[in-house]
């Protein structure tokens, strides 16, 4: 059963840094687009990273630019967020993705192209 499983999350005041970790079983990573996302109270669930699979091409929103880098290790069959520069708005329930296709510029952040989900994880930056 393929299964996806978020970590990491929790309070930290702005300026700090997090990191994000999406474990799978079931299935091989590296074969998959693992994309993070996010969704804050009242507002619709936006794209954040996505780091594609076979070139491991990455792509990130333009508010994180700079900011967050994702990354996989094949070996322990998980991808990872690192967030750093946190700011108040990045408070969110992030989520992790996964298709079994090449994801491109065009394609990456519309959540209607993955079809596994893990069950998120909160992140909350604040004072």
């Known amino acids: 059963q393929l299964q996806l499983v978020e970590s990491g999350g929790g309070l930290v005041q702005p300026g700090g840094s997090l990191r994000l970790s999406c474990a799978a079983s079931g299935f091989t990573l590296d074969y998959y687009a693992i994309a993070w996302f996010r969704q804050a109270p009242g507002k619709e669930r936006e794209g954040v990273s996505c780091?594609?699979?076979?070139?491991?091409?990455?792509y990130y929103a333009d508010s994180v630019k700079g900011r967050f880098t994702i990354s996989r290790d094949n070996a322990k069959n998980t991808v990872y967020l690192q967030m750093n520069s946190l700011k108040p708005e990045d408070t969110a329930v992030y989520y992790c993705?996964?298709?079994?296709?090449?994801?491109?510029?065009?394609?990456?952040?519309?959540?209607?192209?993955?079809?596994?989900w893990g069950q998120g994880t909160q992140v909350t930056v604040s004072s």
């Open positions: 780091i594609s699979r076979s070139d491991g091409r990455t």
């Open positions: 993705a996964a298709e079994p296709t090449q994801m491109y510029s065009i394609s990456w952040s519309h959540d209607v192209n993955y079809n596994y």
